[in-house]
Nanobody, 123 residues
Framework: VQLQASGGGLVKAGGSLRLSCAAS????????MGWFRQAPGKEREFVAS????????NYGDSGKGRITISRDNAKNMVYLQMNGLKLEDTAVYYC?????????????????WGQGTEVTVSS
């Protein structure tokens, strides 16, 4: 599976962005998908995960209530809708695919990673 993340950019605090992740390859709908982020000088952080069917989701504490993950298996796409953006949301965001069933929250359980898309939140 190859993953291509897009949709990052510069946005003012309080604004919104929708990140997209396009997957290529077979059997996309067999994979749990997730988003992680890494800010400069910080460790990679779990943001959200969604099961292969889309019926289950899980969110990291930093994004609960503001971030929504979704997927469209017919289009091989995963999305991350981010609202109420804060300065601390500034980071490079990565999408990832896991062959583990259910929702997957730990980075080592992901098998494939996209190249990342940069989000910068300004005051």
């Amino acid at each position: 599976v190859q993953l291509q993340a897009s949709g990052g950019g510069l946005v003012k605090a309080g604004g919104s962005l929708r990140l997209s992740c396009a997957a290529s390859g077979r059997s996309f709908n067999w994979y749990a998908m997730g988003w992680f982020r890494q800010a400069p000088g910080k460790e990679r952080e779990f943001v959200a995960s969604i099961s292969w069917s889309g019926s289950r989701t899980n969110y990291g504490d930093s994004g609960k209530g503001r971030i929504t993950i979704s997927r469209d298996n017919a289009k091989n796409m995963v999305y991350l809708q981010m609202n109420g953006l804060k300065l601390e949301d500034t980071a490079v965001y990565y999408c990832a695919a896991s062959r583990v069933s259910g929702v997957v929250v730990t980075a080592p359980e992901y098998d494939y990673w996209g190249q990342g898309t940069e989000v910068t939140v300004s005051s």
